[in-house]
């Protein structure tokens, strides 16, 4: 059973930044792509970024673009989410997922979520 364990959430101003980490118990995590969502209250999970297995390639949700950045330690099992210039509208628990096929088809695992809270 592969697990992920998120870190990093907090509270934060408005144009402040969080760093979010995903530990992830799989020896072959380089062969993931690697994903975080989030989900507001009363609104339904979505999509904020991915990371390819093997070329690293990103992709990012609209809405994150140019502020939020994913990248990957293979040699840590380790995913990250640098959140530049948080928004209100950024408040959410951010969840880190795995999947072991390639970016737009269904994730496997899931973590427990992390809890961002970005005050104005």
């Known amino acids: 059973q592969v697990q992920l364990v998120e870190s990093g959430g907090g509270l934060v101003q408005a144009g402040g930044s969080l760093r979010l980490s995903c530990a992830v118990s799989?020896?072959?995590?380089?062969?993931?792509?690697m994903g975080w969502f989030r989900q507001a209250p009363g609104k339904e999970r979505e999509f904020v970024a991915a990371?390819?297995?093997?070329?690293?390639?990103?992709y990012y949700a609209d809405s994150v673009k140019g502020r939020f950045t994913i990248s990957r330690d293979n040699a840590k099992n380790t995913v990250y989410l640098q959140m530049n210039s948080l928004k209100p509208e950024d408040t959410a628990v951010y969840y880190c997922?795995?999947?072991?096929?390639?970016?737009?088809?269904?994730?496997?695992?899931w973590g427990q979520g992390t809890q961002v809270t970005v005050a104005s």
């Open positions: 997922a795995a999947n072991s096929g390639v970016h737009g088809t269904p994730y496997d695992y």
């Open positions: 799989e020896r072959t995590f380089s062969s993931y792509t």
């Open positions: 990371i390819s297995r093997f070329r690293s390639n990103r």
